[in-house]
């Protein structure tokens, strides 16, 4: 088994890319070593040292590790975690906890809202993927979008940037009714 790894903006973050399927939908997003306990491969990879966050995209795992951690020792403990993992059989989640990330909302916005989540699911999802993160929807309030980062968006040093001139001028093009783009905390 060969692991690619691909640096993202956020130096704290590293994409991992086992050549094979993570998971068949969806994202998982775990922060906390608790929060790992529905996944074997997430568990094992807080087990390193250092780890602090872990996300699972379709193809790829993104690691984000502690400010005083550092790439070279952690890298080849990781890459063997992964690889250990794939060769068990073991299942990366168990029982169903991946989603589509996306809040739901109900109300007298709901066609706004709709509009809001293709346009991620179709222009933005897909290229912070290639930099190993997400970016879900949170609300709608008032011309107001919350969004939500995830992976190695989060904490990323040029999110701000992407979030207010890139997915906020992107909204605001297509849909009249948006009038800014925050982020929110998990």
């Not at 060769?87 to 996306?102: I, L, R, W």
């Not at 709901?110 to 222009?123: A, N, P, W, Y």
Request: proline share 6%; glycine share 10%; net charge negative.
């Amino acid at each position: 088994m060969f692991i690619q790894t691909e640096s993202t903006p956020n130096p704290a973050t590293l994409k991992f890319l086992p050549g094979q399927e993570v998971l068949d939908m969806g994202t998982a997003d775990f922060t906390t070593p608790e929060a790992a306990a529905s996944s074997p491969l997430a568990t094992r990879l807080f087990a390193v040292q250092g780890v602090t966050a872990v996300f699972f995209g379709l193809d790829f795992v993104t690691v984000t590790k502690a400010d005083d951690a550092e790439w070279d020792h952690l890298k080849p403990a990781l890459l063997g975690a992964i690889m250990e993992h794939f060769q068990s059989g073991q299942p990366v989640m168990e029982g169903e906890n991946t989603s589509s990330g996306h809040a739901e909302h109900t109300g007298e916005d709901g066609e706004i809202v709709g509009q809001i989540k293709e346009l991620l699911d179709t222009r933005v999802r897909p290229a912070v993927a290639q930099d190993g993160g997400d970016i879900t929807f949170h609300g709608f309030d008032r011309g107001i979008v919350y969004l939500h980062m995830q992976g190695a968006c989060a904490g990323c040093p040029s999110s701000t940037l992407t979030l207010k001139m890139g997915i906020e001028n992107l909204l605001r093009h297509y849909i009249p009714e948006v009038i800014e783009v925050r982020p929110v905390a998990a």
